[in-house]
């Protein structure tokens, strides 16, 4: 009976931890930002742009939005949604304004990341992601209208 009961303590340990590491395989853990393939897009050089030189480019801007796409389900739809629709973890991107000034708020917060009381709550993408494909990414959100849900 006391072998028995060893067993089944045994195959009780077995288990929490064959669930406690099946639930570390499936949690993301810690979000690191991957870097993006911008092959086609022009090399924008080592000052950054004030706008997004892809906007009013009628021969870029699609292909930026499908660089753009690929970087943001890559990077930012595990926070900001798919489809730039926010489930409310992260700003619903839909409503940055498609300006200079949206412009200016959106690269310094991919460049710069976000972090308050000392907890990353989202990570810095400059060095990691080229100007040109964080432009990419700009141009994939602001070719989602607001209104669509």
């Known amino acids: ?17 064959t669930f406690g590491l099946s639930t570390q395989a499936w949690s ?7 870097a993006m393939n911008t092959d086609g897009l022009p090399v924008l050089g080592e000052e950054w742009t004030e706008e997004n ?15 753009g796409a690929s970087g943001y389900i890559q990077n930012c739809a595990r926070c900001h949604g798919l489809e730039v629709m926010s489930g409310g ?15 200016e708020w959106y690269i ?7 972090v308050r009381d000392g ?16 432009w990419a990414i700009r141009s994939y959100i602001d070719s989602k209208p607001e209104d669509e849900e």
Not at 1 to 9: H, K, L, N, P, T
Request: hydrophobic letters at 50%; zero cysteines; glycine letters at 10%.
């Open 89 to 103: 973890i992260a700003p619903d991107l839909r409503y940055l304004e498609a300006t200079m000034d949206g412009d």
């Open 53 to 67: 030189p892809f906007r009013d480019d009628a021969a870029l801007k699609d292909l930026a939005i499908e660089i």
């Open 28 to 34: 993301h853990g810690d979000v690191v930002p991957q």
């Open 1 to 17: 009976m006391f072998r028995i009961i060893r067993v089944i303590a045994l195959l009780g340990i077995v288990s929490v931890a």
């Open 108 to 114: 310094e917060r991919v460049r710069g990341g976000a």
């Open 119 to 134: 907890k990353v709550y989202m990570p810095k993408f400059d060095g990691i992601i080229s100007q040109e494909g964080l």
